[in-house]
């Protein structure tokens, strides 16, 4: 798919032709992610969609998501700019997208619930991504989206120190394309404006890396968190799920 934006794909690409199994994977499909964003937003679409509704993950990678959906009793479709990674060719639907484009017509107002894990930081306008989700949940549809967490304390206590926030270190942008951090206020903000009610922010994943046993950055931490006002939301991880109200096209 030829596009002038920025996407990193060569190492999703090369994970196609990798043979091994993956440490980290759902019945032998790689999980691109930490394992509990799987899990965690399969729980939250099984508490808040109905079985058998259809389901798009978009930045599907190997299709463990959607396979693991289709276990679930939902219909899930995958979507990604890498369509030779995703290994459930014939068994799930698939669309190839780059998100930073608009997504096709035939996708509008489609599917029942729309997942972004992982997904926008590796996007020049995450914004658009938001828009274009909406654009394709069915009225009363649940969109979620999974985010590194850079208002956490230890991130931002890393920002102090270093400059980069968790996640987006020069390593993270040339290795996993992370381009775009997202503020949890702007997150809140690109939801409304893009038409979702009200979002419902949550944070998973207790930070556990070497980095910690650092005395100096645990305790720049603590100050962070002593400031009035700071977010409780400490995991390493966000999800933000809202739904595209009911009334809406």
């Known amino acids: 798919m030829q596009s002038s934006s920025y996407v990193a794909v060569d190492i999703y690409r090369a994970k196609a032709t990798e043979t091994r199994q ?37 930045g599907a990678g190997s299709g463990a998501m959607c396979l693991r959906l289709q276990d679930m009793g939902f219909k899930a479709a995958g979507g990604d700019i890498v369509a030779e990674n995703f290994r459930l060719h014939g068994k799930a639907d698939f669309h190839l997208v ?35 989700c909406f654009k394709a949940l069915k009225p009363g549809g649940l969109f979620v989206v999974t985010t590194p967490n850079i208002a956490s304390s230890i991130s931002i206590a890393q920002y102090i120190r270093t400059g980069e926030f968790r996640w987006f270190a020069p390593e993270n942008y040339k290795r996993d394309g992370h381009i775009s951090p997202i503020p949890l206020g702007t997150l809140r903000r690109a939801f409304r404006e893009a038409g979702f ?26 100050l962070i968190r ?17 739904r595209k109200p009911a009334s809406r096209a």
């Open 22 to 58: 993956a440490a980290w994977n759902y019945k032998g499909l790689e999980i691109i992610a930490l394992p509990q964003i799987h899990e965690f937003v399969a729980d939250l679409v099984k508490q808040n969609v109905p079985k058998g509704a259809s389901i798009l993950d978009l």
């Open 226 to 242: 002593a400031i009035p006002g700071h977010t409780k939301e400490q995991g390493d991880i966000i999800v933000a799920s809202a």
């Open 197 to 222: 009610e009200e979002p419902v922010i949550q944070s998973i994943s207790p930070l556990s890396f070497p980095g910690l046993r650092w005395w100096k950055m645990r305790a720049v931490a603590a």
């Open 98 to 132: 780059n998100i930073n484009e608009p997504l096709a017509s035939e996708l509008e107002s489609r599917f029942d619930g729309v997942l972004a894990m992982e997904l926008i930081e590796h996007l020049e306008n995450p914004r658009h991504l938001i828009r274009e």
